[in-house]
């Protein structure tokens, strides 16, 4: 029996994810519980575990987005092994295999099938049956409803084998090889660069015609056809086959991308084909040196063509993820819905980092995490939102929602992206607080393991572009929040103290707001208010 496993739902907002990676494999043995893929969203990473024990059955690929509840692969049986295939009798279809870039032979999958006319152990002679075979586009996916002719590995009117490779497709997810159906001679349909239509015929094979192939599992008593016993020899020798050597398509656009020859190339797939890491893993000779040549005439100089560009030209191209996808969708939204705007200020640095030298040890050993710099500006935006409350306030549609609490959103850069987990009413929290949060969060955004109730709910930002280097920037709005408070590096320079020029480490501060809830005055007396907070840290402490 097998059990069909669901995308499961993940929240209100979300109606559909992307396969990230498969954990398991197509065929491989499962436990319950056991965690078989990653799945993502426009919002968080999740895992998908097993449902229960058996052999895993993939239905959806690396890189399909499948809406939720729709079936994404099944679990055959109850931790028994898979049983042995029965031979299936088709007349007009084979199975495809998908060309995936893999060294384990047990990755690509051949279904065996038997032709609909005559018998397995029937004869055919030198002359044929006058049996023509139709080979159609089989079913590659749920969502694929054609595929292109890329390449045909055989000519028109060539002896073709038994599961023998005849061309390869390509679909706008994956690349796929279509293998004969029967031995006999090929009469090709469709052209290259053509676009076929799942289920129309791509060629025809003149089923025995010209091959003289007993297929009789009795020994033999004719010498069989040149063609078959070499691929038999082949096959069993470890020699070279029609595939050695033979890039796939993706592979074979990298390579003429770098300008590399295919017979350069070792390959690693099936047969010795050529794959798509393969041909990225390969490196492009130097060109030879030219030979020293005799000087030419002057006029022959001024018409010698411009010197080729030194240096790699390489490119590539990669799919982007549901995360990137959704962040600029979002920010494209911003821009074009808010009225932005971004007011600037300047904060001298000394009296935090003065504190932060004398008693970060001490803070450390007490509370087992290091003082930083984001638990000041955290905690001086909180006093400063609860003093200007438009600026943690947001629009909803024809309301304005002040909010009480501050929740406030970070900025952290993970491997898949950019995201803000929130701190949950950061007003109530204190230094030491902020910061274990603050490295919680930064953690588990590091390993992909945010959720989405740690992502949603902020009413305010904090980005620091300083860490990267950033002098000064406007930072684009967390909608559907109000107002972001963008941190930068800190550089000394002269400043007047006093009446006095000291060098002092200072950092500008950045605020872009939405200007349709935020005015002139709450935006600067914000900004303001943080400064004072931050130059004299003591009021942070008697609250003043």
Not at 304 to 310: E, L, R
Not at 440 to 463: C, V, Y
Not at 510 to 516: G, M, T, W
Request: glycine share 8%.
């Amino acid at each position: 029996m097998s059990l069909e496993v669901k995308v499961p739902v993940v929240g209100e907002s979300i109606t559909e994810v992307t396969i990230a990676k498969w954990l398991k494999q197509d065929g491989d043995q499962v436990a319950m519980d056991e965690v078989i893929c990653e799945l993502e969203s426009d919002k968080a990473t999740f895992e998908l575990p097993a449902e229960a024990a058996g052999i895993l059955r993939i239905k959806a690929q690396e890189g399909d987005t499948i809406p939720i509840g729709e079936v994404i692969c099944t679990i055959d049986g109850a931790g028994q092994g898979a049983s042995a295939p029965q031979p299936t009798t088709v007349s007009t279809q084979h199975t495809l295999t998908e060309n995936k870039s893999v060294t384990d032979p047990q990755s690509t999958i051949a279904a065996e099938h038997t032709p609909s006319h005559g018998t397995q152990n029937q004869a055919t002679t030198g002359g044929g049956t006058g049996q023509t075979l139709e080979v159609k586009i089989p079913t590659v996916g749920e969502s694929i409803t054609e595929v292109t002719i890329s390449k045909w590995l055989k000519s028109d009117g060539d002896q073709v084998a038994m599961d023998e490779v005849l061309c390869e497709l390509e679909s706008d997810k994956a690349t796929f090889e279509l293998p004969a159906e029967a031995a006999g001679v090929l009469r090709i349909v469709a052209q290259e660069g053509d676009t076929v239509e799942i289920g129309a015929t791509i060629c025809r094979i003149e089923v025995g015609a010209g091959s003289g192939v007993v297929t009789s599992p009795a020994p033999q008593t004719t010498a069989p056809s040149a063609q078959p016993a070499q691929a038999a020899t082949a096959a069993t020798s470890g020699a070279t086959t029609y595939a050695s050597g033979t890039p796939s398509p993706a592979a074979g656009k990298i390579l003429a991308e770098k300008g590399l020859d295919a017979a350069a190339v070792a390959g690693t797939g099936r047969d010795g084909r050529i794959t798509k890491e393969d041909a990225q893993n390969a490196q492009a000779r130097p060109a030879p040196q030219p030979a020293a040549a005799p000087a030419a005439p002057a006029a022959k100089e001024s018409a010698a063509p411009a010197p080729a560009a030194a240096g790699s030209r390489n490119s590539r191209r990669e799919k982007m993820s549901s995360l990137r996808k959704t962040v600029a969708r979002r920010l494209v939204a911003v821009k074009n819905e808010t009225a932005m705007l971004t007011t600037f200020n300047e904060v001298d640095m000394k009296p935090i980092m003065d504190i932060r030298a004398k008693y970060k040890d001490k803070f450390k050993e007490k509370h087992e995490v290091g003082l930083g710099f984001m638990s000041f500006f955290v905690k001086a935006c909180t006093v400063a939102l609860q003093e200007w409350p438009a600026v943690n306030a947001q629009i909803d549609g024809g309301e304005i929602v002040y909010n009480d609490f501050c929740d406030v959103s970070i900025a952290v850069s993970a491997p898949k992206g950019l995201v803000v987990p929130v701190i949950r009413n950061a007003e109530g929290l204190s230094l030491d607080g902020i910061e274990k949060e603050v490295v919680r969060l930064a953690k588990r955004a590091r390993e992909n393991k945010l959720g989405i109730d740690e992502m949603t709910g902020g009413t305010f930002t904090i980005t620091n572009g300083g860490v990267f280097g950033s002098m000064m920037s406007t930072p684009i709005i967390n909608a559907p929040q109000s107002a972001i408070l963008g941190m930068h590096n800190i550089v000394n320079r002269p400043v007047a103290i006093n009446n006095q020029v000291e060098i002092r480490p200072m950092m500008y501060l950045a605020l872009s707001y939405d200007h349709r809830i935020i005015d002139g005055r709450e935006s600067v007396s914000f900004l303001v208010r943080v400064k004072e907070l931050l130059e004299d840290p003591m009021r942070l402490l008697l609250g003043v």
